[in-house]
């Protein structure tokens, strides 16, 4: 009985190396590339593009800001803080 099973395993063991070299040997399935996306592409292009156009802006020089640009943007933050605070007190009044 003990050589049956020393034997059973040993042929379990052999089939089981022969199906592992067998898959080894094997070649990989080729592998299709994946299509190529043109929209990709076309936003890569454009993506280049406003990079070159920022690099060139950013070389020349600002222009001085002057003293009626700057008053509207002081009264613009003036604006966007009052919103903001009547929004927080919105939020901060209790609910009937």
Do not use: C, F, N, Y
Not at 24 to 45: F, G, I, M, S, T
Not at 67 to 76: G, H, I, K, N, T
């Amino acid at each position: 009985m003990r050589r049956l099973i020393g034997w059973t395993a040993g042929v379990v063991g052999i089939a089981a190396l022969a199906r592992m070299l067998a898959r080894r040997r094997r070649a990989p399935l080729p592998v299709a590339a994946p299509p190529v996306d043109d929209h990709a592409e076309a936003l890569r292009r454009k993506l280049d593009e406003s990079r070159a156009a920022e690099t060139t802006s950013t070389a020349t020089p600002a222009e001085p800001a002057d003293e009626a640009s700057r008053e509207s943007l002081e009264d613009r933050r003036a604006r966007v803080h009052a919103k903001a605070q009547e929004a927080i007190d919105a939020m901060q009044e209790p609910l009937e």
